[in-house]
């Protein structure tokens, strides 16, 4: 209390005190324009707050996906790589014109964050299932990219988790949010062509591989590479720094899914699309002049071939019904067994693959709580018969899959490929 005045008579303070609230509500109170979504700018309350984990060469394209996005505010990177992180933030921060972006070399550092709503997941496919598995256990919703599992077991235990947590889960299989491929598959799925009896995707390479080591060199130091956690759940190898770069190592110590999981998956996806979402095929046959034929329980095919497609761009696809069929590819065009399929309709034509319509499908789910298009349980049965097909391959002869067991029939050695041992203390 002021010495000047020792004692304040209690009806004088009162006045004060009134004058001096008066004076405050009469006040103006500046507010700026973006906090309340003017000028072009989103409010607050409707951002989804993101963070970016494994952001390398396929991560940086869907980030820039991200920020085109006027309610993304994009604020942590998490890569076992430091040039990648200060390039990552470098690129937010010139975004935003701020330094607000952190940078984190363990991905449960960002998870923990309570001020972030979803994760871009880009890593290597090696750490993809079990990353996501994470996050939606940390609450966020997350965009994966493909190939989002490494076996039948994790496809499974995915789509499982996803229903478990109630998170929002969107697979990089973008070309569903395309028109010419959705309206294809809208065809297929509507009986336009029919009853459905084969459906065609490009694997783009008919192989089945084992990953191994390449020549050891020096560990960097970690605070350049983490080699440890670019390993993650994947069995050990020596450090190569080709493996950091590329698609090349990132599935593990066990089958690798070759080009029938890895751009094969797209194709399989959007035939899956187009037979309904269904459990996948139960019967996959070994491979015979280019091709491994597949079949649902109803009868459709579903045909892997590299040859014999119209040129129509890359991850081709094709569904022949009874009465019609229609082909489609990366260059945004459609080719159809009659032009009554179109009923009248121009369907937009949007060459290459661009993310940025399946980013925004999922940043409406996040706000919405609804189901993307490359949503987990998709994911998953899209992924099983890419796994299943890449036993049969491998194996070279042909495996039977039940949907209910989610076994093979009597076939130990096709069972054993289901699923891989993780590295301590990745699992799952």
């Known amino acids: 209390m002021s010495k000047a005045s020792p004692h304040l008579p209690r009806r004088r303070f009162l006045k004060k005190s009134v004058a001096a609230a008066a004076a405050a509500v009469m006040a103006p109170t500046i507010i700026p324009a973006s906090a309340l979504g ?13 963070g970016g984990i494994g952001i390398g060469n396929r991560g940086t394209y869907d980030l820039g996906c991200f920020l085109q996005q006027p309610d993304v505010q994009f604020i942590a990177v998490c890569d076992v790589k430091e040039s990648r992180r200060q390039a990552v933030k470098k690129l937010a921060d010139d975004q935003y014109g701020n330094q607000d972006c952190s940078m984190h070399k363990d991905f449960r550092e960002v998870l923990d964050r309570k001020d972030i709503d ?5 890593t290597g496919p090696n750490w993809h299932a079990t990353m996501a598995m994470h996050a939606a256990k940390a609450g966020k919703d997350m965009y994966c990219e493909k190939p989002v599992t490494k076996n039948i077991a994790q496809s499974l235990i995915l789509a499982e988790t996803m229903r478990r947590t109630g998170r929002v ?6 070309r569903r949010n395309l028109p010419h491929f959705a309206f294809a ?5 509507t009986g336009k062509l029919g009853k459905l009896t084969k459906v065609f995707a490009h694997p783009a390479g008919m192989q089945a591989m084992m990953s191994g080591w390449l020549i050891p060199e020096t560990e960097p130091d970690k605070a350049i590479v983490d080699w440890d956690m670019y390993l993650g ?14 698609f090349n190592f990132e599935k593990g110590g066990g089958l690798v899914g070759g080009g029938v999981l890895e751009w094969g998956s797209h194709c399989v996806d959007l035939c899956q699309w187009a037979v309904g979402d269904c459990p996948p095929p139960v019967e996959y046959d ?12 109803n009868g459709c095919e579903l045909i892997f071939r590299e040859t014999g497609w ?45 993310a940025t319509y399946h980013v925004r499908d999922f940043l409406d789910c996040v706000k919405t709580r609804s189901q993307p298009k490359g949503n987990a349980d998709a994911a998953c049965n899209a992924h099983i018969a890419c796994h299943a097909a890449n036993i049969a391959l491998h194996l070279g002869r042909t495996v039977k899959y039940d949907n209910t067991t989610h076994e093979f029939v009597n076939d130990e050695q096709a069972n054993r490929l289901r699923s891989e041992a993780l590295r301590e203390p990745w699992r799952l």
Request: proline share 9%; aromatic share 8%; with cysteine.
């Open 38 to 50: 003017r000028g072009g700018a989103v409010a607050p309350s409707e951002r989804v707050v993101v």
């Open 169 to 174: 889960f969107q697979a990089g299989t973008q």
């Open 118 to 122: 979803a994760v871009l997941i880009a």
């Open 310 to 354: 119209i040129p129509l761009g890359s991850c081709p696809v094709r569904f022949e019904g009874e009465t019609g069929w229609v082909e489609a590819g990366d260059s945004g065009k459609l080719v159809l067994s009659s032009p009554a399929l179109l009923a009248g309709r121009t369907v937009e034509e949007i060459d290459g693959y661009p």
């Open 185 to 189: 598959c809208q065809l297929a799925r």
């Open 286 to 297: 070994a491979p015979k002049d280019g091709q491994l034929v597949a079949r649902y329980e």
């Open 233 to 246: 759940p994947a069995a050990w190898r020596p450090f190569n720094p080709k493996l950091l770069d590329g």
